[in-house]
């Protein structure tokens, strides 16, 4: 498991409201670049408010860094609505944004999770191609019909999106699609993997820069055989007491972040190879998120 433990030294952005203190909160991430920067988002936002933050960005995976939550090693994370039903709860997916929200913040609520505000972003799951290259389909039903007449045709999918029930399931229940000959990749590496022939298809992040980059084509979802992908910070239900004011703390970074914003801010990291904290702090202090006084993350 990759992890690190960083602290936000805090101190507020120069109002008696902020210095008098919110409380200790602990936020943790998953490990890819988008879940990485949101954890930062996060961190650097209550650190203004003036909560003492503790930051283990990155934890690992879904189930390590769900367990983290569940166990009380972090208090706080973003989950993503579709992961939250499909993986976590083993519910089917949902391809309307705000009924997969309802759907699982009501049923999370029986595990003593609570689910506050989501973002507006999407980022599902979907199937690249290289534009130009030998797949011509445009839709994921091209595909489906493609993948008759050559059966050979390779696929690359990241080691989580492998073995979970909403990647490769639906393709087969909504499209018939079934491919003989997978590889496993890390999602950064998946995209060049398509561009250089490594494989012919590529399960991707719908917000990945990596996807422009390297001239890849996404297929149109044209069945919604993915379900909506829409974070929220996800908290244990009995330490909100803590932090009364979390939700209403975090609601201006939440709606500050649509699918085009946290796509450019992806980008920053994976193609301008800029850090995920530097990126954060970048975003907060242009949106007017945060105050100009800074709260250094501290390695320990």
């Known amino acids: 498991m990759l992890a690190a433990l960083l602290t936000v030294q805090c101190g507020g952005g120069g109002s008696p409201s902020k210095t008098s203190g919110r409380g200790a909160i602990v936020v943790g991430s998953k490990e890819d670049t988008e879940a990485q920067l949101l954890g ?16 283990k960005i990155p934890i690992g995976s879904t189930d390590l860094v769900r367990t983290a939550l569940t166990s009380g090693r972090i208090d706080t994370y973003w989950e993503f609505t579709g992961t939250g039903l499909s993986t976590i709860l083993h519910q089917s997916s949902i391809g309307d944004p705000q009924a997969a929200y309802e759907k699982v913040k009501a049923l999370d609520a ?12 999407n980022d599902t799951y979907a199937l690249a191609v290289k534009a130009g290259g030998p797949i011509e389909a445009q839709t994921l039903s091209d595909l489906a019909r493609t993948l008759t007449a050559r059966p050979k045709t390779r696929l690359c999918v990241d080691p989580e999106g492998g073995f979970r029930d909403d990647v490769l399931p639906p393709l087969q229940q909504v499209y018939g699609m079934t491919f003989s000959e997978t590889r496993q990749l890390g999602h950064d590496l998946i995209p060049p993997a398509v561009a250089g022939a490594q494989c012919d298809v590529g399960v991707v992040y719908s917000t990945a820069a990596l996807i422009t980059k390297h001239g890849l084509r996404v297929l149109a979802d044209d069945r919604r055989a993915f379900g909506a992908y829409t974070p929220a910070p996800t908290v244990r239900t009995d330490r909100l007491k803590r932090w009364p004011s979390l939700e209403a703390d975090l609601a201006p970074l939440t709606a500050a972040l649509d699918t085009p914003t946290v796509t450019q801010l992806n980008a920053k990291v994976d193609i301008d190879r800029l850090s995920t904290e530097d990126v954060a702090r970048q975003f907060l202090t242009e949106r007017g998120l945060i105050g100009g006084v800074e709260h250094p993350l501290t390695t320990h």
């Open 40 to 55: 930062r988002l996060m961190a650097l936002t209550l650190a203004d408010k003036g909560y003492q933050v503790t930051t």
């Open 110 to 121: 029986k595990n003593g999770i609570t689910w506050l505000r989501a973002a507006a972003m």
